[in-house]
């Protein structure tokens, strides 16, 4: 029946096409069979559509009204059971911002960095595909859309049955340091990224590698973590990652428990060493002129964070408050050189100041408080401050920077259901020295389609 | 030194495990029937209070490390602890309690499940497909529920299968009894008209023949707004109803909102166990609710 519903509609649309030939009483007399045909078939659908309904009615009374007795399996009325959980994240703002590209003084640029775009502006679509493998793996992939582009932001297996606390994870993941590391955007707080990741790693540290956790037995929460993997990503470089063996390894211990029922924490310690080869930045020389630096040597970096998250009596449903803060301090020590931007009026002289030994040692934090004060409505507020450190870059033409990038940002998010968010976010940005931007307004929207996301702590 | 700690620790849980079963609930009902049918021989804990609602809790640090050393998890199942326990599964690198495994037992693939739709649609809400997951506030479920955990208990530890099989049978005995006296107690409530405060009074009301007529939530686990209540009140007037029932770890403003303006009682049930002060196990949870609802129709 369908069919030929459908072939109707079909025949409807191609009509036009044919109607050259045809002349306009034919084509009324055929529009009107079809009509008539069309409506025929519609009424037909519909009394038979009702006829099921009102089955379906009565099974249902009968149903409600006899006891449960009979076992069945609860899975059974989900279709579509062996195919991955599926979830598409929907996200997109509004920006207003001081015109001219903006960067954060005194640090190399880390990483790609997503959005900073003006006006209305689409955020990566992000794709989620997850399953169980076989009954000792699983899978999950996320991968994020763009004009243009998609990337792989995580494709990963991990062990699910090795028992004994372990687990391991293989693939492309993001790293287990820090504690916003592992978080998508669309889980963030605030609209955009906290200054230091920024210039940790751009959005977030991602591994292609191996990494190994173990939960130790006990009643507090110990959790230990090692990774080795390529070192692609900043601060590692694509040719640090060329290389056989690891090009970065981490470290990371986490601890965590509850304080009562109605709070509960964690902390944690990680350690990052990468090896970047030709790592090239740009940054302005003595001059104001731009010039590409490539950087090769070794990056070291600690992070410590602090999570602690409060409900009454544990129910987040009403009320609850978190509270964040992370610290790191980086070291990176290696050789520099410029490329001869002369042409541009640049300092960078190709064998008389284009290389030498490159030494930072830098650090920053931030933290931030977000407070659900009724169903649905969050507020947050969140202070990041960075601090440029010790930097030299020997005879190279390039100014120390001494600053204290810094930012405050205010927002307000509003949840119609646990699958969608409307943020708003007003922020005061002097992360870049000379030229604060103290207006900036962000509107934002996060929704999620698919399978029922579970977030980490 | 730490290595002395790691050590002691270790010895510590492995000890532990030895002594009984380690058994990590869900939800307190699950935790109470595991401890009816298992006495001694388990040590068991609930991920959640009555005072949480159990679909919307974190896998949070402690319950991890909780179900690294479990032996058995008992939960619902059928999506209502779907925001965490898969997280806590995997993240406790306990092979034990994975899914499929024999220390995972999920209660509702052992009972017929209400409000079965079959295909899912946010629009209608946080809506489950596969049933409605609140099934132990029938207590007939609990029968059907306790013996299949009792099996499942003896299968994990067979050197005490006949101490759980006798549980079982008793427990079975006094539910039965319980349950055979609360139906009789309960006859005045058949088709007293009902609104709810979320479908979790849906096996309730099927149980005692209660009539469910509205619900404060729009859509399942969408929280009422004041325009949604409104629309409710005009609704009341034309199907009116005689009580609110809500769980004690849902708001009580829309409830009380509600009940000052359409004239009706609104009642806190206590849901599970320890959701009240006299509900302290399986029977007297049922004991006090039925007190409780009885009295509010007074």
């Known amino acids: 029946m369908f069919k030929r519903t459908l072939l109707a509609a079909a025949m409807a649309c191609a009509l036009p096409l044919s109607a050259h030939a045809a002349t306009d ?52 009325a989900r279709d579509n059971t062996f195919n991955p959980e599926m979830s598409l994240v ?89 504690y916003a590391n592992e978080q998508h955007p669309h889980a963030w707080d605030f609209a955009d990224n906290s200054l230091m990741y920024s210039v940790l790693f751009g959005e977030h540290l991602a591994q292609d590698g191996v990494q190994m956790k173990w939960l130790a037995p006990t009643d507090t929460f110990v959790e230990l973590g090692a990774e080795i993997g390529r070192g692609g990503n900043f601060p590692g470089s694509d040719d640090g990652g060329n290389r056989n063996g690891a090009g970065a390894w981490s470290l990371f211990a986490h601890i965590g428990d509850d304080f009562g029922t109605s709070s509960s924490w964690r902390a944690g310690l990680s350690y990052l060493s990468a090896r970047p080869e030709n790592r090239a930045t740009h940054v302005e020389d003595i001059n104001d002129v731009e010039a590409e630096t490539l950087f090769s040597g070794k990056s070291k970096t600690w992070l410590a964070d602090f999570v602690w998250k409060w409900a009454p009596d544990g129910n987040p449903k009403a009320r609850n408050f978190k509270f964040q803060t992370e610290y790191f301090r980086r070291n990176e020590r290696g050789d520099m050189s410029c490329a001869d931007n002369t042409v541009d009026g640049g300092a960078c002289t190709a064998g008389v100041n284009d290389s030498d030994r490159y030494s930072a040692r830098q650090s920053g934090w931030y933290a931030q408080g977000v407070y659900q004060f009724m169903p649905r409505w969050r507020v947050g507020l969140r202070h990041d401050r960075l601090d440029t450190g010790k930097v030299g870059f020997g005879i190279l033409p390039v100014p ?12 307000a998010d509003y949840s119609p259901s646990e699958f969608s968010r409307f943020r708003l976010q007003l922020a005061h940005d002097r992360s870049m020295q000379g030229n604060p931007d103290d207006n900036q307004i962000t509107l934002q929207y996060m929704h999620s389609l698919g399978a029922h996301g579970a977030h980490k702590f | 030194m730490l290595f002395r700690i790691v050590f002691f620790s270790l010895l510590l849980a492995a000890n532990t495990a030895h002594a009984a079963l380690n058994v990590l609930a869900c939800e307190p009902e699950w935790a109470a029937l595991t401890q009816e049918l298992a006495g001694d021989l388990a040590r068991v804990t609930s991920a959640t209070t009555a005072k949480q609602d159990p679909h919307h809790i974190e896998a949070r640090p402690s319950l991890i490390a909780r179900a690294r050393n479990a032996d058995l998890l008992v939960c619902t199942g059928a999506e209502l ?39 899912a649609d946010r629009a209608q809400g946080d809506v489950h497909p596969g049933g409605n997951p609140h099934i132990h506030a029938d207590p007939r479920n609990l029968l059907t529920v306790g013996a299949a955990l009792a099996r499942r208990l003896a299968e994990l530890d067979p050197a005490n299968a006949a101490i759980y099989a006798a549980r079982n049978q008793d427990f079975q005995r006094r539910m039965s009894a319980a349950i055979a006296r609360w139906e009789s107690d309960a006859v005045g409530l058949r088709g007293v008209p009902v609104v709810v405060h979320h479908r979790s009074w849906s096996y309730l009301a099927d149980w005692l023949g209660l009539k469910v007529v509205a619900d404060l939530e729009p859509k399942p686990g969408i929280e ?31 409830a009380d909102w509600l009940a000052a303006r359409a004239g009706i009682v609104a009642v806190e049930l206590p849901y599970t166990v320890g959701g009240s002060a006299a509900a302290k196990d399986l029977f007297s949870l049922f004991d006090d609710t039925l007190a409780r609802l009885k009295g509010a129709l007074k």
Do not use: C
């Open chain 2, 224 to 254: 009422p707004s004041v325009s949604s209540l409104a629309s409710l009140l005009d609704g009341l007037k034309a199907r009116p109803a005689r009580l609110i029932l809500r769980a004690g770890y849902q708001s009580s403003k829309p």
């Open chain 2, 81 to 119: 602890e779907v925001g965490w326990l898969p997280l806590l599964q995997r993240e406790s690198g306990n092979a034990r309690i994975q899914p499929g495994r024999a220390g995972f037992f999920e209660a509702s693939a052992q009972v017929r499940l209400l409000e079965k739709s079959g295909h």
């Open chain 1, 90 to 178: 929907l996200a997109g703002s509004y920006a207003h911002r001081k015109p001219g590209e903006r960067h954060i003084t005194g640090f190399l640029a880390g990483g790609h960095d997503h959005g900073g775009a003006r006006g209305f502006s689409l955020d990566h679509t992000e794709l989620t595909l997850a399953a169980n493998i076989d009954p000792t793996l699983r899978g999950y992939a996320n991968i994020a859309f763009a004009d243009g582009e998609a990337e792989v932001e995580e494709a990963w297996f991990q062990t699910l049955a090795l028992g004994n606390g372990l687990a391991v994870r293989g693939g492309r993941f993001l790293s287990g340091i820090g």
């Open chain 1, 25 to 76: 009483a034919d084509l009324a007399a055929e529009l009107l069979k079809i009509r008539t045909e069309f409506d025929q078939k519609m009424k037909e659908m519909q009394t038979a559509y009702e006829a099921r309904l009102k089955e379906m009615e009565g099974r249902m009374a009968q149903a409600t009204a006899a006891p449960a007795v009979a076992t069945s399996p609860a899975k059974d």
């Open chain 1, 400 to 411: 120390t920077p001494n600053a204290t990038p810094n930012k405050w940002s205010l927002m």
